[in-house]
């Protein structure tokens, strides 16, 4: 069982940057894939970013260019670096992590979510 924590969301207004966190509770490089996801109202979720524990990172083509997601393998933790947000960026964010089982299968964990609204 994988506990995932956000945290760093908030009320930014457009053009500002703003960074969220999100805290495993096991060694993130035993985790295939880490990633951000988002929500907004009356809206599937949707993928914003991936970074795998070898390889390179993916980005949704909407945020490409503005958002930037790191790791540090000491404090367990992955960030979204969001720069230059727009008001379409408003959602519930959510971090995710993928782990491989000794039978093929991929586990999905999810963490509550933190709220990022971008609004004059």
């Known amino acids: 069982q994988v506990q995932l924590v956000e945290s760093g969301g908030g009320l930014v207004q457009p053009g500002d940057s703003l960074r969220v966190s999100c805290t495993a509770s096991?060694?993130?490089?035993?985790?295939?894939?880490m990633g951000w996801y988002r929500q907004a109202p009356g809206k599937q979720r949707e993928l914003v970013a991936t970074i795998p524990s070898r390889g390179t990172t993916t980005y949704a083509a909407s945020v490409k260019g503005r958002f930037t997601i790191s790791r540090d393998n000491a404090k367990n933790t992955v960030y979204l670096q969001m720069n230059s947000l727009k008001p379409e960026d408003t959602a519930v964010y959510y971090c995710n992590a993928k782990m491989s089982t000794a039978y093929g299968a991929t586990n999905d964990y999810w963490g509550q979510g933190t709220q990022v609204t971008v609004s004059s």
């Open positions: 096991i060694r993130i490089l035993s985790i295939n894939v």
